[in-house]
């Protein structure tokens, strides 16, 4: 849903936790969670647990209280729309991101990367 579907607020899920899935489904050629061998799915949980509830429950709020109000319909691009209500807070550290990338001139864009 955030990637390939347009829902952005998603990020605080997707990042850390789903493409970490990702990642673990394309090593051992599962399609699904069932097919990953039992050791390595209580990996998973530990490395998800208990950080991935508080997120989750950070979005629920959000569509609870209207922060975010999903459409149910889609762009030109077929991206789902979504109305967000964020106070600007819940959003400063994606714009400061956004913003030092536009200040940094092009050829000096090795100089911000962190390893």
Known sequence: MYCYYGYDFLDCVAHPYGLHADQIFM?????????????????????????????????????????????GKTDRNGKLKYIDNRIDLENSNLKAEKDMIKKIKWWQFWKQTTY
């Open 27 to 71: 090593y051992f050629e599962a399609e699904s969670f069932d097919d990953l061998p039992e050791n390595t799915k209580q990996e998973f949980i530990l490395n998800c647990y208990p950080n991935i509830i508080d997120e989750i429950n950070r979005v629920l709020n959000w569509l609870k209280n209207e922060e975010i109000i999903l459409t």
